[in-house]
Antibody, heavy 120, light 110 residues
């Protein structure tokens, strides 16, 4: 069965960076794109960006253009999200999710979430 | 604030039908398909509807989606206590060049 397993919770100081991993299994990793979504405390869902696993093409939400880098390692079926220049309002639960088919952003399988806490 | 507006809350008794609306514009719902998610805080969201009306395998047919112009709706029929959750619409926005989620609707089963 399709599974996305994310790395563990992280604590960082303001100004630091964090890199969250998302290991996929149960399907051919290169066929489906991966998106990243976050939920800050008391807030709704927020799409951060996506990566085409087959060619590495990325699209970022305008808010995250200069703050996020999405990469993948096909050899380990793992996607990565790096968030830089952390601020307290980056404290959130971060999810990776698989796109249901090429050309659609609908997200049919999700990781369990990684809590990133930014605190001095 | 999201470009996709949803009513903050909706409620119904067990067995009733509840409809959640999502209002957007020509750059999102008016020109792209709509997806719907069910979300319990702290857990992974679940895709209920994609491409306006399609249900992924395993999603009961109690959940149905529709779209007209720049608005979309999610209907839940035969409401159950397990349906208590936050529901989000989502669509690609051509102006923002991003996938946007709605503001969310909390469904309560009375």
């Amino acid at each position: 069965q399709v599974q996305l397993v994310q790395s563990g919770n992280e604590v960082r100081k303001p100004g630091a960076s964090v890199k969250v991993s998302c290991e996929a299994s149960g399907y051919t990793f290169g066929i489906f794109g991966i998106s990243w979504v976050r939920q800050a405390p008391g807030q709704g869902l927020e799409w951060m960006g996506r990566i085409s696993v087959d060619n590495g093409d990325t699209k970022y939400a305008q808010k995250f253009q200069d703050k996020v880098s999405l990469t993948t390692d096909i050899s380990t079926s793992t996607a990565y999200m790096e968030l830089r220049s952390l601020r307290s309002d980056d404290t959130a639960l971060y999810f990776c999710a698989r796109e249901i088919f090429s050309g659609s952003l609908a997200l049919d399988h999700w990781g369990q979430g990684t809590l990133v806490t930014v605190s001095s | 604030q999201s470009v996709l507006a949803q009513s903050p809350s909706a409620s119904g008794t067990p067995g009733q039908r509840v409809t959640i609306s999502c209002s957007g514009g020509s750059s999102n719902i008016g020109s792209n398909t709509v997806d719907w998610y069910q979300h319990l805080p702290g857990t992974a969201p679940k895709l209920l509807i994609y491409s306006d009306v399609q249900r992924p395998s395993g999603v009961p047919d109690r959940f149905s989606g529709s779209k007209s112009g720049t608005s979309a709706s999610l209907a839940i029929s035969g409401l159950q206590s397990g349906d208590e959750a936050e529901y989000y619409c989502a669509a690609w926005d051509d102006n923002l060049k991003g996938y946007v989620f709605g503001t969310g609707t909390k469904v309560t089963v009375l």
